[in-house]
């Protein structure tokens, strides 16, 4: 909500000074030897990169004035990039082109580059086009040395954007999958490089208790897999970040030791935002699933194939070790104590894991390796109850009741609430000291 207001009271106010919530999306130079000469070439390539999923998206403001075009951090306000009028060369709006459907194109050539930038911004709340609109009435102000085309512009963009309803405050519900469409195989694809050992466990066993009908257990199964594709999106959407806060790092280190001057290089801003780590919340949040992942893939062993449940552990080992080496060793995932491995989960991973995934298991300490009977009979361990980034709820179980279910998922989540506002508290004490 509060980012809406950044689009919406700036427009209105009809000043000097517009900003606009965006997505920078990605920025190509401009070089004929690349076959990357107009915007069209830098869409067809941004839907390349799409399709590999290697597109990451950073959240900023944009922000029109009489001078300049700048970029500017959501949360600390510094400004990241400040593009003079002078030197944006081309401004367009590309419509419903690709997944990205209102895209603002800006090239950019400062007089030191020999190239220009190309730099593609996702635009939601305010569409593309009334920001193209509102840059260039800029610059054509600028050009005349009038304030007359802008100011129109700017009360046409107010007039526009408050007959438009507000965007839905959730995605629409997706239809519920079926055991047979298990969608972690594309999961896997998506990890083919980080593939390791494999391995068997064959063995048969009832999913729940014989009271059940396998209606019942189908319906349990069904949502239990549905939660672990969940959890295994919000994890690869985790690592992908890394990888790519990692890359911008490497180009940011890249780029100052290659020049002269101290001074803040084309780009470097936008670098210099996407490099910084996400906060310890978030990596919090990934360690809880990857447990919420593994007593998941415990609980369906028998019942997953192509990839199995065996092939899945070893998958994850993979980017867990990659998130605790971002973090610098063990010592904050060893904090995360909600949820529990079962005791089942347990003897699956020993029975499971290579030597090298088991140290790193038995490295991360007890919130890792003991169970619930393991810990003393007094002691607090909050319910885990799984937030997903797209704002998904897993489907309620019919035959248990709605009513009673919600009221379980309401309690559960209300204590683990608590716990969480607890542990925070915790940490930041432990900061300060």
């Not at 459907?101 to 009334?130: G, R, W």
């Not at 408050?162 to 195989?185: E, F, L, M, Y």
């Not at 992942?293 to 990839?307: E, V």
């Not at 065996?310 to 995360?336: C, Y």
Request: net charge neutral; proline share 6%.
């Amino acid at each position: 909500e509060q980012r809406k207001n950044y689009a919406r009271d700036s427009a209105s106010s009809i000043s000097e000074t517009s900003q606009y919530h965006v997505e920078h999306l990605t920025t190509f130079v401009l070089d004929r030897k690349e076959a990357m000469i107009t915007v069209d070439d830098g869409i067809r390539k941004l839907k390349l990169l799409d399709a590999k999923g290697k597109v990451w998206t950073q959240d900023m403001i944009l922000q029109v004035d009489d001078k300049a075009v700048s970029l500017v951090d959501l949360e600390s306000k510094n400004e990241l990039e400040n593009f003079p009028l002078s030197t944006i060369q081309h401004c367009q709006a590309v419509m419903n082109a690709c997944n990205y459907n209102s895209i603002l194109a800006l090239v950019c050539k400062e007089p030191t580059q020999n190239k220009p930038d190309l730099h593609l911004f996702q635009c939601d709340e305010i569409k593309a086009s009334f920001i193209h609109e509102d840059i260039e009435s800029a610059i054509s102000d600028s050009k005349s040395g009038k304030q007359k085309k802008r100011l129109e512009t700017l009360r046409m963009i107010s007039k526009a954007d408050s007959a438009i309803p507000p965007p839905p405050r959730a995605p629409a519900p997706v239809p519920p999958g079926t055991v047979t469409q298990v969608d972690v195989r594309s999961r896997v694809a998506a990890w083919s490089a980080w593939a390791a050992e494999q391995g068997e466990f064959e063995k048969h066993r009832q999913y729940h208790d014989h009271e059940e009908t396998a209606e019942m257990i189908a319906a349990r199964i069904d949502r239990d897999v549905q939660i672990l594709n969940h959890i295994l999106d919000d994890i690869e959407y985790f690592v992908t970040k890394l990888q790519k806060a990692a890359e911008a790092f490497a180009e940011l280190s890249k780029r100052k030791k290659t020049k002269k001057s101290k001074k803040k290089g084309p780009g470097e801003g936008v670098l210099t935002l996407r490099a910084k780590p996400p906060p310890p919340d978030e990596f919090v949040d990934c360690f809880q699933k990857f447990k919420h992942g593994f007593n998941l893939l415990a609980k369906l062993k028998f019942h997953i194939q192509n990839p199995s449940a065996t092939e899945l552990v070893h998958f994850l080992f993979t980017p867990l070790h990659m998130v605790v080496q971002t973090t610098g060793g063990p010592e904050l995932a060893g904090t995360v104590l909600s949820p529990l491995l079962t005791k089942d989960t347990i003897d699956f991973l020993r029975y499971t894991v290579t030597s090298e995934e088991g140290q790193l298991w038995m490295s991360l300490g007890d919130t890792w390796t003991k169970a619930r009977a393991d810990w003393p009979k007094d002691q607090f361990i909050p319910p885990y109850v799984p937030r997903f980034r797209n704002g998904w709820e897993p489907p309620l179980l019919n035959f248990m009741g709605a009513p009673k279910e919600q009221e379980l998922n309401q309690l559960a989540e209300s204590v683990a609430n608590v716990a969480e506002q607890q542990r925070k508290q915790e940490m930041k004490r432990l900061s300060t000291e």
